[in-house]
């Protein structure tokens, strides 16, 4: 049964760092590249980051250049997102998905509607 798992939310202080990761089952990482979405209550799903097959091409949207880093193990079949320097308001529910595409994203690599399978996300709170 094809499955995408995150884990690694919680609380955290202005400034902090978290990393999340994306733990896939029923299919293989190495074929599909994976994006990582947030939502915040009462906004619309937004696509923050996806990575490539390989690995090998990562792409950020501007809230978080810099301060996420995308990366992937595929003899894990696990997507990571390190989020250093958070800020309050990159507290939201994230979320990772597959790429509908077969071996890598296009440039609408941010829209929700390019991926098909979803996790069922994890809480990201930014607070003092």
């Known amino acids: 049964q094809l499955q995408l798992v995150e884990s690694g939310g919680g609380l955290v202080q202005p400034g902090g760092s978290l990393r999340l990761s994306c733990a896939a089952s029923?299919?293989?990482?190495?074929?599909?590249?994976i994006g990582w979405f947030r939502q915040a209550p009462g906004k619309e799903r937004e696509g923050i980051s996806c990575i490539n097959t390989a690995g090998g091409s990562t792409i950020y949207a501007d809230s978080v250049k810099g301060r996420f880093t995308i990366s992937k193990d595929n003899a894990k079949n696990r997507v990571y997102l390190q989020m250093d320097s958070l800020k309050p308001e990159d507290t939201a529910v994230y979320y990772c998905?597959?790429?509908?595409?077969?071996?890598?994203?296009?440039?609408?690599?941010?829209?929700?509607?390019?991926?098909?399978?979803w996790g069922q996300g994890t809480q990201v709170s930014v607070s003092s």
């Open positions: 998905a597959r790429n509908r595409r077969y071996g890598g994203y296009g440039e609408a690599w941010y829209l929700p509607s390019e991926y098909d399978y």
């Open positions: 029923g299919f293989s990482l190495g074929y599909y590249a």
